[in-house]
């Protein structure tokens, strides 16, 4: 097959092309490396602003005093619990409400639809919310953050979407004059053929879970139930407090070394907290593009 000579219009817009998401890369990368250098880095290094391309005087000082932390552990072991339950559950109620919707012969699934949707828009409030979880007894514990967040409406409608441009009508006729139930062709059929979309919604909902704050920190008084993003804010405000007292002890020896560890947990936090996200996401690349371009674009 004879190649096509690309024209010197096309090899100047490729050149500008190159440069420009370069550039557009490295302001994205950047930021990304410069914290984890930071973290390894002198912590008077990095607040004298010597810490730019590479790490100064390394050291693993903030790791260490950061690894040693117990409560650490438990934020980990409360959080993969939060994640690991949360997400079942979202990823449960998400397919069976998504699927029965994305279905023509559903009587009133336009209205149902529509429901979910106002639900976007309009809700009781954080006040009516708390008031609702403390009298349900859910207020202080762990079933809270994970159903609390049951079912995203965004993430239910990119699934539904998925569904209708990707399970054809004539499947479902053929299914059904070999005798097969709705179930059946849901569990042995619909979700073989839906691992795209099931892994972008362990994505987001995974990030969700992983990442949640706000709800612990509203529902969640109890140190041993709390999250990891609650336990890492929690550490690094207390090494800044612990500095404020000593300043009004007089104590300029303890002040730049609490200082210094603060510097230090500061960036060690950002990789603690999101190393395992970044390591899951690696697992369902794959099927993310694939998922998130048919579920949102098509239809």
Known sequence: MKKIKASMQDRVFNVC????????????????????????????????????????QPTLEGYTKLL????????????????????SLNLILTLLTAYPLSRDDLKGGNIILAYFVFTMFFNGGLIATFILVRGLGLYNTPIVLV??????VYNLIVTRTFFRNT???????????????NWKFFIRIVLPLSKAIIAVMIVFYGVFHWNQYFNALIFI?????????????????????VGRQVVDENMMREIMDQERY?????????????????VLYQFAQKYFVKGVMIGSIKG
């Open 167 to 181: 399970i054809p009508k004539e499947l479902l006729d053929a299914a059904f004059m070999d005798g097969c139930s």
């Open 262 to 278: 603060a510097e230090l947990i500061k960036y060690g936090v950002i990789i603690v907290s999101s190393l395992p996200v970044l």
């Open 17 to 56: 092309n190159t440069i420009i998401l370069s550039f557009l890369l490295l302001i994205v990368l950047y930021p990304l490396y410069f914290v984890v250098i930071a973290s390894i880095s002198n912590p008077d290094a990095v607040n004298a602003s010597k810490v730019i391309f590479y790490p100064v």
């Open 147 to 152: 159903i609390l967040s049951g079912l995203n």
């Open 221 to 241: 008084s109890d140190r041993n139930l709390q999250p990891l993003q609650m336990v890492l804010r929690s550490i690094l405000i207390q090494n800044t407090m």
């Open 68 to 87: 040693q932390e117990s409560r650490l552990w438990i934020g980990y072991r409360n959080t993969i619990l939060y994640a690991v339950f949360g997400t």
